[in-house]
């Protein structure tokens, strides 16, 4: 072989070696890209979940509902009406007394029973 036949078969399994380290390294980065593509759909999927923190406070007899999410939410509560003669009672949603928290607020619900005939008309919110 004659030198620049030799310097051709070198350079050609330099280029071949050069070739085969990029493509494993792009299969290595379509690994990383496919994972970084989950974390980024995990990270979407945050803004949008609700989180709500429900304490109580015993000295007020009041339920603190936050809401600690990024969006805001819409509380509403269930009326409690007794029925016939039977006084069962029966819960139905009041959409009237809903209430919007916004992200980082908090609202304060009574939670303590009523006793006697004001029982029959008790609203949580």
Excluded: H
Aim: some cysteine; charged content about 20%; glycine content about 8%.
């Amino acid at each position: 072989m004659k030198r620049f036949e030799k310097w051709q078969l070198v350079t050609a399994v330099i280029q071949t070696l050069l070739f085969a380290g990029t493509v494993i390294i792009a299969f290595k980065q379509c690994g990383i890209s496919s994972k970084q593509n989950e974390i980024s759909q995990t990270l979407l999927e945050l803004q949008y979940a609700v989180s709500v923190e429900v304490s109580y406070d015993s000295s007020a007899k009041r339920l603190i509902v936050a809401n600690k999410g990024q969006g805001n939410i819409y509380l509403w509560g269930k009326q409690t009406r007794r029925c016939g003669k039977s006084g069962r009672a029966i819960a139905a949603p009041d959409y009237s007394r809903r209430v919007l928290l916004y992200s980082g607020g908090s609202i304060r619900v009574v939670a303590d029973q009523p006793r006697g005939p004001e029982r029959r008309n008790n609203s949580t919110f």
